[in-house]
Structure formats: structure tokens, C-alpha cells
């Protein structure tokens, strides 16, 4: 975006920092809320130019940014690496690969989910009418995406937004500007204005909700969104929120532990718990519990030390130490990790058995590495705790036998339930993706997600359009007599008063039609 001499000396700027090497490496400058304004402006001139397009036009300009992704791969790896501090192959694997299959997955999907469908086809009868439902586009929609997954997350948030027809104006975390501006080259490959990078804190934020733009996509904490949430409201803004979670795991007495240990020791601690699906919560049935901790201690110490990064941001970090001492202060028992001033902006990943109201971690999110184990009798026990003890996004039920688990998971009360696997479905572009409660409202992924950035719109059309209608004026004897009958006709109990409903409709019907002025 263009910007004069004098707002890049009055602009902040924001510090890429390196997590592993816990030392800034450079510097980004941030926009003003001015700029983000006419970002927001320019986006709307450019709209209905994007929205004319078909779905598959929109979806041939997505690949184009496909294209340069794949031709930026190490550039992008490399700087998600380095701001989030995770690995290598956890910013290729979750952060750039799950973007180019997103993109590819809802560019197919776009054509059908955004094409006119014609409803009530019979029901229409009766009124004359025939119905086609339109997904149309908002006009220009805000994305504020977080640190955690920087790459990914942005393409979740704006991918379904662009194939269905908006343009966008994005706010990428000023945690990660570094990944901000590494979206912003690969997006230049779309028309300009149609897809635009703001750069900045809370301010930023702020003023993208407040341009105002025609919806609104947050992914995020359940603190920033409900702020966000209420800012929305004063424009009517609709949102679309994706909140994290405590996610449970529930591993029942015919697990196969060796699956299990390693599913819910990965769910855990990918990304170092600073994952909006990471398990926070695994229920253990008591008669495995000895050997599924076991194990799962004995697997985290074969982890490598590079495989699991260092937090992200210093507050994150800050959380973790206080959720961990708080959590042994309360009798929590360190079966792994423990109270550390750690190494940086690392921290060890913990694993402690037993969790009570009493602790932090009860009524907070970690989003951190510390995993607790908690005991159950039985699994009544064990989806009555996971739905009454934290909010799940996300929740996995660890069995060997298929009909109890769907049986468990049909009473978890989550947005998406796995079996036998854990945070997988974060990448499944084509099924829905989003919370319930505490964790969000509305969907990303899938038809659904298309259809979360386009307004439904009715097109009735006449199917008699020489004629008038019953319930035109004059209201008279005939036109009352009629529809009486015809809500006989819809509601009488028995055949024979519908019968002589129609009767009534046969003699009045017509009199009535032609007494319309």
C-alpha cells in the first residue's frame, strides 16, 4: 500500500523477534488506522468488480496465488519458522501446506456451494411462485488472524471469503510481521485492492472493525473476541469467530494405548500447546491410566529437543509458568516437565496428573505445553467432565471398538469430534471448522465456510404474472370467504373439512380474483 514520507515517520514499528534465538531480527512498519481506512475504501471500489466474477474465474486468480507460494516455499518456511520458533517441518506441515491444500480444496468446492438453487419447487405452487436462492457476496470483508499458525490461519480466514465473491482487508498478528509481509507478496498476485495487508497492533485492529467493513472473520482469544464482538455490534457488523478451547481427549478402557499415548502426546504438545485444538485435557479410564501415563511419559522423553519449539510470545510464556506452579500449589503431581524458570522462551513440557476447580488451568486456556491427566471411572464420567470442565473447539474420544465411540462422541459437546486422532480436522478444508459456546460461532471450511461470506439472497418470480393476487386489495366478503378455507385447508384435522374447504375455494376463488382493483 502506498505511503507518504511523513506516515513512515509517524508510523510504529513493529519488531520481528526470533523466539529460539529469544532476539529481535528486524523491523516492520505498522499502518496507521488513516491507512487502514482507505484500504477499507479502496476495497469496496474494487468489489463488485471481483464479485462479477464467476466462482471458478475467482477460483483461477486463488491459484495464482497457490502458484507463488509453491515459489516462495523456503522464503515462507523460513520466516514462519523463525517468528513462531517452532520447527521446520511443523511451519511446512501446518502452516504453509495445509494453505495450498485450503485453497485447492475450496476453489473446487466453490462452484458448487455458491451456485442458484431453486427451493420449494411445490410448495411454491400454491403463492404463485417460483424460488431461487443466490449466494451473494458481503462486499468487503475484515480478517484479524492470529500468531500461533500465521500463514495457515490467514489463508482459513480469507480464502472462503475471496472465492465467494469479497474483497478483503486482512490484519495478520503484530506478533509474526514478518509472515504478514510474506503474505502480502504472495497476495499481490491477485487484482490490486482485492486482497490487502494492514500491519498492526490493537489500533489497527480497531479501526478495521471500526471503517466499518460488511463482515467480519476473528480468529483468536474468547477475551479479544468478545471486544471485538461488541465493537461489531455498533455497526450491526455480522462475525464470524473461531475462539480455541480447553479440548478434551478421552481415552476409554479398550484403547490401544500405544496409538493413543503417541495421538494425545502429539495433540498436546504440537506447536507447544500454542494450538487453538491442542489437548488440555485428556480423561484416562482408571483400570489404564497407570500404563497410559507410562507410556506417555516414556514417549515424551524420546521427543527430540528441537521437535517441540519455544513459546511464541513472552505473555504466553508468562501464563504457562503461573498455570504450572499453580496447578502443583493445588496438588497437582508432576509425572513429567514441571515448575521451571526454563531456557529463554522455552519451557518444559509438562505433563501433571489430576485437575481441580481450584487450579488456573480450570477455568483458564494454557495454550501452552502442559498436559493433565485426569482419572475416570467410566465413560459416563468421562463426557460428563469433558462437557462441564472447559469449552471444546475440538475433542477426541481413543477407543477400540467403533460403535462406543460414536456413541461417546455423539454426546461430546464440541465443533468438530475425532476418533482414534486428535487436531487433524483443523486441516480438513472440506468439512466445516469452528466452535461451539465459549470456543466461537459460524464456520470456516467447506461449503458451509463459502457460505459463512455470502448473503443468501431470495429471487421470487411470479409463475402467473397477468394475474393478480387473492390477497390484493379490495379485502372483501369473497376474499375473506376464500382465505378462510384455504386455512382450513392447510390446518382442518379431517379430510372432510378439507374437502369442503375446497369447495369454498372453488365458488369464492374466482369472484374474489375478479373484484381486485
Known amino acids: 500500500m502506498a505511503t507518504t514520507k511523513k506516515s513512515m515517520q509517524t508510523s510504529p514499528m513493529l519488531q520481528s523477534f526470533d523466539p529460539a534465538a529469544n532476539r529481535v531480527i528486524g523491523e516492520i512498519r505498522a499502518n496507521t488506522p488513516k491507512e487502514v481506512r ?31 507460494i509453491f515459489e516462495n516455499l523456503e522464503a515462507i518456511v523460513e520466516t514462519v519458522s523463525a517468528e513462531n520458533g517452532k520447527p521446520r517441518a511443523e511451519a511446512l506441515a501446518h502452516d504453509v501446506l495445509p494453505s495450498l491444500t485450503t485453497m485447492q480444496c475450496l476453489e473446487w468446492l466453490a462452484p458448487r456451494a455458491l451456485k442458484s438453487e431453486h427451493v420449494g419447487r411445490f410448495a411454491g405452487l400454491a403463492f404463485g411462485m417460483s424460488s431461487r436462492v443466490e449466494w451473494r457476496p458481503f462486499g468487503v470483508v475484515g480478517a484479524i488472524t492470529p500468531w500461533n499458525y500465521p500463514f495457515f490461519l490467514s489463508f482459513m480466514a480469507i480464502a472462503p471469503a475471496l472465492l465467494a465473491g469479497n474483497a478483503v482487508v486482512i490484519k495478520p498478528s503484530e506478533a509474526t510481521p514478518g509472515v504478514g509481509e510474506r503474505l502480502r507478496e504472495v497476495l499481490d498476485a491477485l487484482p490490486p485492492g482485492v486482497c490487502t495487508v494492514v500491519q498492526g497492533a490493537g489500533d489497527v485492529g480497531a479501526a478495521l472493525v471500526d471503517a466499518p467493513v460488511d463482515k467480519l472473520c476473528f480468529i483468536g482469544s474468547p477475551g479479544t473476541g468478545r471486544r471485538i464482538a461488541e465493537a461489531a455490534a455498533k455497526h450491526l457488523t455480522p462475525v464470524v469467530m473461531e475462539l480455541g478451547g480447553q479440548d478434551a481427549a478421552i481415552v476409554l478402557d479398550d484403547a490401544d494405548l500405544d496409538v493413543a499415548s503417541s495421538g494425545v502426546l502429539w495433540g498436546a504438545f504440537l506447536n507447544s500447546g500454542q494450538t487453538c485444538c491442542a489437548i488440555e485435557r485428556v480423561y484416562v479410564a482408571d483400570a489404564i491410566a497407570d500404563g497410559f501415563e507410562a507410556k506417555l511419559v516414556e514417549k515424551l522423553r524420546a521427543v527430540p529437543p528441537g521437535d517441540i519449539g519455544p513459546l511464541t510470545v513472552p505473555r504466553q510464556l508468562d501464563v504457562v509458568k503461573r498455570h504450572v506452579a499453580d496447578a502443583v500449589e493445588h496438588g497437582a503431581k508432576v509425572l513429567a516437565g514441571g515448575p521451571s524458570d526454563g ?54 474420544v481413543w477407543t477400540g471398538d467403533a460403535k462406543r465411540a460414536d456413541r461417546v462422541a455423539a454426546e461430546l459437546k464440541a465443533g468438530s469430534i475425532s476418533i482414534n486422532d486428535h487436531a487433524i480436522t483443523a486441516g480438513a478444508a472440506w468439512a466445516p471448522w469452528g466452535g461451539v459456546g465459549e470456543s466461537g460461532y459460524g464456520r470456516l471450511h467447506g461449503e458451509l465456510g463459502l457460505r459463512e461470506f455470502s448473503v443468501p439472497t431470495h429471487v ?58
Open 38 to 68: 482507505a484500504a477499507v475504501e479502496e476495497a469496496r471500489k474494487v468489489a463488485p468488480e471481483w464479485a462479477a466474477r464467476t466462482p471458478k474465474g475467482r477460483a483461477a486468480a486463488l491459484r495464482d496465488v497457490r502458484h507463488r
Open 460 to 517: 421470487a418470480r411470479s409463475t402467473l404474472p397477468k394475474m393478480k393476487h387473492l390477497w390484493w386489495y379490495p379485502y372483501d366478503e369473497a376474499t375473506t370467504s376464500t382465505l378462510r378455507a384455504v386455512a382450513e385447508l392447510y390446518g382442518a384435522p379431517t379430510w372432510g373439512e378439507k374437502l369442503r374447504a375446497l369447495g369454498t375455494i372453488a365458488r369464492s376463488a374466482g369472484a374474489a380474483l375478479r373484484n381486485k382493483i
Open 343 to 396: 531456557d529463554g522462551m522455552r519451557f518444559p513440557p509438562t505433563v501433571v496428573e489430576g485437575r481441580s476447580e481450584d487450579m488456573a488451568i480450570f477455568r483458564e486456556e494454557t495454550f501452552g505445553p502442559l498436559l493433565p491427566v485426569i482419572r475416570v471411572r467410566d465413560d459416563e464420567e468421562a463426557v460428563t467432565r469433558a462437557n462441564r470442565e472447559g469449552f471444546n473447539l475440538t475433542a477426541s
